[in-house]
């Protein structure tokens, strides 16, 4: 049984960091490529950041791109996402999502409907 579970969520002041985990039990974690999402109250999902098998290629969300980095580590079965310089308008709940790949790729998904699994997700909250 596949399972995705994230923690380090919080409550910051803006500016501040926060590196989120998601730890995938049940999975060949190297053969999935994995993505962090976020859905703020009242607003549709929102891709943030995805990283492929390997870690070798990653994307990032508009919003996003200068503030976060995604990493994974493999022998750890963990994703990590490092949030610097956060800002009230990141304020929501973050889901680790996972995909499995049966062939490398050198691109990565950021469409929600493609990620099968998910975990609970954790809260983020930037106050200003």
């Known amino acids: 049984q596949v399972q995705l579970v994230e923690s380090g969520g919080g409550l910051v002041q803006a500016g501040a960091s926060l590196t989120l985990s998601c730890v995938a039990s049940?999975?060949?974690?190297?053969?999935?490529?994995m993505g962090w999402f976020r859905q703020a109250v009242g607003k549709e999902r929102e891709f943030v950041a995805a990283?492929?098998?390997?870690?070798?290629?990653?994307d990032y969300g508009d919003s996003v791109k200068g503030r976060f980095t995604i990493s994974r580590d493999n022998a750890k079965n963990t994703v990590l996402l490092q949030m610097n310089n956060l800002k009230p308008e990141d304020t929501a709940v973050y889901y680790c999502?996972?995909?499995?790949?049966?062939?490398?790729?050198?691109?990565?998904?950021?469409?929600?409907?493609?990620?099968?699994?998910w975990g609970q997700g954790t809260q983020v909250t930037v106050s200003s």
């Open positions: 990283i492929s098998r390997s870690g070798g290629s990653t």
């Open positions: 999502a996972g995909r499995p790949e049966l062939i490398a790729r050198a691109y990565v998904r950021t469409d929600a409907g493609n990620y099968p699994y």
């Open positions: 049940g999975v060949a974690f190297s053969a999935y490529s």
